[in-house]
T-cell receptor, first 111, second 112 residues
Framework: GEDVEQSLFLSVREGDSSVINCTYTDSSSTYLYWYKQEPGAGLQLLTY?????DMKQDQRLTVLLNKKDKHLSLRIADTQTGDSAIYFC???????????FGAGTRLFVKA | EAQVTQNPRYLITVTGKKLTVTCSQNMNHEYMSWYRQDPGLGLRQIYY???????DKGDVPEGYKVSRKEKRNFPLILESPSPNQTSLYFCATTEGPTGELFFGEGSRLTVL
């Protein structure tokens, strides 16, 4: 079945760039997402990319999609302590609204 | 303001005592779903509903029931909770081509 994998932890220094990586198995994915979960809160959509795109940039966020390798990455430039959270990679296939999530990457930002 | 509201936010209960976690949305979305979040496993879908009176199993439906009698509400029912259902539960809704999910704030359930 479909699967999404990502590393569980990432630690960076404030001001550095963070890169969170994700791989997925569903070649029919139409949309790929990055959700952010802050402590004690639900998930919120951070950004998404349509499967026919290679890159999407939104202020400090850059999403790269390598469809051939089924690899998605999220780069956060100038990482701040407020970026400390869990980041979930997710994908949606062509059938319906089902979204498959990775296990989440906990980002620690050291001051 | 678009909202997905879950209650209760926190609950400690004992094995076998039936409980219901409510979920309500004000976005008039047809699709609603329940997820559980466990460390190292991410979010796994329990049940989903495409519309009123239309529900279907997700990936981990054992031990859960749902109902969808009204468009805005999608309660999650644990008829006889067991300790392995201790988890953080999220209700979510979506509509539209991008499939963006709108989540509630979560319900942390502990079954002793």
């Amino acid at each position: 079945g479909e699967d999404v994998e990502q590393s569980l932890f990432l630690s960076v220094r404030e001001g550095d760039s963070s890169v969170i990586n994700c791989t997925y198995t569903d070649s029919s994915s139409t949309y790929l997402y990055w959700y952010k979960q802050e402590p004690g809160a639900g998930l919120q959509l951070l950004t998404y990319i349509f499967s026919n795109m290679d890159m999407k940039q939104d202020q400090r966020l850059t999403v790269l999609l390598n469809k051939k390798d089924k690899h998605l990455s999220l780069r956060i430039a100038d990482t701040q302590t407020g970026d400390s959270a869990i980041y979930f990679c997710a994908e949606k296939g062509t059938g319906g609204f089902k979204t498959i999530f990775g296990a989440g990457t906990r980002l620690f930002v050291k001051a | 303001e678009a909202q997905v509201t879950q209650n209760p936010r926190y609950l400690i209960t004992v094995t076998g005592k039936k409980l219901t976690v409510t979920c309500s949305q004000n976005m008039n979305h047809e699709y609603m779903s329940w997820y559980r979040q466990d460390p190292g496993l991410g979010l796994r879908q329990i049940y989903y509903s495409m519309n009123v009176e239309v529900t279907d199993k997700g990936d981990v439906p054992e031990g859960y029931k749902v109902s969808r009698k009204e468009k805005r509400n999608f309660p999650l029912i644990l008829e006889s909770p067991s300790p392995n259902q201790t988890s953080l539960y999220f209700c979510a809704t979506t509509e539209g081509p991008t499939g963006e999910l709108f989540f509630g704030e979560g319900s942390r359930l502990t079954v002793l």
